[in-house]
């Protein structure tokens, strides 16, 4: 029997199986041993069997500060929205499977760089090969921000069908990853911790679980009251935890009601590609989704750069900025200290060291030994 047969099998028996207390160890095996299939089906992709390879046209360097995916049903609108914002013409057509292949685009943004990928449509099935849908969630997994496009008439259900093609393999979107320490080990059995009372979860399924996987070893630490998906998620550890911004496009198709009521829904934004229409606020919520930090360097005795940013991630340290500007000045024996002007100084300038945490819109002067 083949990986998708057994895969629909385990299905088919998890469907059967009532939900309770009785049958939450089975179905916990059984989700375990679904997660390991469909890992293995991924794994075959990479290695060139499937649909997955072969495809090098489809493959494009990244570049920039940061990568968006378009994501979504054919005839959404991607190449339209990709041609709307940034200089690249990628053709539209009121017929679906317009789009072939993966075209990039730059969109310059508060003194960042930003590529963005349109894609083919995908479909149901996308996960398991239909059209080009393998391809597509793999450029998907490597962007920082996934744009779930939706055309504004039909979103209520193409939403749910995306977001499920991408958990199927292994796309985590608006997540962290669990709290939980796994570390598997040579010797000494599993160690089994919960510094919380487990409601969805015990020690039981646990080792039910690991056992699946052939894991006699491991020290486990559970800190929040996780679930079975998430144990396995961490026990697989080949998820990929990414932002994801639902854009419903084509609002000049329906009533302001329903403009408003989807405009409402977390992690949406509405836009009309036609009418040219609340692109200023999805390039905000995207920006914010992208979770950058824009810090302006200044040499001595001149005005800081403030047309050319390093910009780096949220959460960025005086040593990434170095780093960014000349990977030897974040060495120790070229850093002397730096001067950093703005929000994340207690006063103008503040003198700190590698460790110091920057904050968007500093200004830094690094000196030298
Ligand atoms: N009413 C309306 N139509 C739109 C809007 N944006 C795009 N369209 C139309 O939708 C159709 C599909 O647009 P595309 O940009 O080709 O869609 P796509 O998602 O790239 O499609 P594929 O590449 O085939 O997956 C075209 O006829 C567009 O003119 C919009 O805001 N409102
Ligand atoms: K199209
Ligand atoms: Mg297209």
């Not at 469907?15 to 997660?35: P, V």
């Not at 992690?267 to 979770?291: A, D, G, K, P």
């Not at 070229?334 to 100084?345: C, D, E, H, P, T």
Request: charged fraction near 25%; include cysteine.
């Amino acid at each position: 029997m083949g990986i998708q047969e057994r895969i629909k099998e385990i299905e088919l028996e998890m469907s059967r199986t009532q939900k309770n207390k009785a049958t939450e160890y089975h179905l916990g095996l059984l989700k375990s041993r679904l997660a390991k299939l469909r890992s293995q089906l991924l794994e075959g992709d990479s290695a060139g069997k499937g649909g997955g390879g072969g495809d090098r046209d489809f493959e494009v360097v990244k570049y920039g500060d940061a990568r968006v995916a378009l994501v979504g049903f054919p005839s959404v609108g991607k190449s339209t929205f990709l041609s709307s914002i940034t200089q690249t013409q990628s053709e539209a057509a009121a017929y679906e499977f317009t789009t072939l292949t993966c075209v990039p685009g730059i969109l310059n943004y508060k003194g960042a760089t930003i590529q963005i990928l349109d894609l083919p449509g995908i479909i149901e099935g996308a996960a398991q090969g239909k059209g080009r849908g393998r391809q597509v969630i793999a450029t998907a997994r490597s962007a920082d921000l996934i744009l779930l496009m939706l055309d504004a008439t039909k979103a209520n259900t193409q939403a749910p069908l995306l977001e499920r093609e991408l958990e199927s393999v292994g796309i985590r979107m608006n997540k962290r990853p669990p709290n939980v320490l796994f570390k598997p080990k040579k010797t000494g059995g599993i160690a089994f911790t919960a510094t919380v009372p487990l409601t969805h979860m015990n020690e039981k399924l646990c080792y039910g679980i690991l056992h699946e996987f052939k894991i006699h070893n491991a020290d486990i630490v559970i800190r929040e009251d996780i679930t079975v998906d998430e144990f396995l998620d961490v026990v697989e550890g080949n998820r990929q935890y990414i932002r994801c911004l639902h854009v419903v496009n084509k609002i000049d198709a329906i009533t302001i009601e329903e403009v408003d009521r989807l405009a409402r829904l977390p992690n949406t934004t509405v836009i009309s590609c036609n009418l040219n229409l609340n692109f200023e606020r999805l390039l905000e919520v995207m920006w914010e989704y992208l979770e950058l930090c824009r810090v302006y360097t200044r040499r001595r005795g001149a005005p800081p750069d403030f047309e050319d940013p390093l910009v780096l991630r949220k959460g960025a340290k005086v040593i990434d900025a170095c780093r960014a500007i000349h990977r030897s000045l974040a060495d120790p024996h070229n850093f002397r200290y730096a001067l950093v002007w703005g929000l994340s100084a207690k006063h103008d300038p503040q003198r700190v060291g590698l460790q110091h945490d920057l904050d968007d819109e500093d200004v830094i002067q690094v000196i030298k030994k």
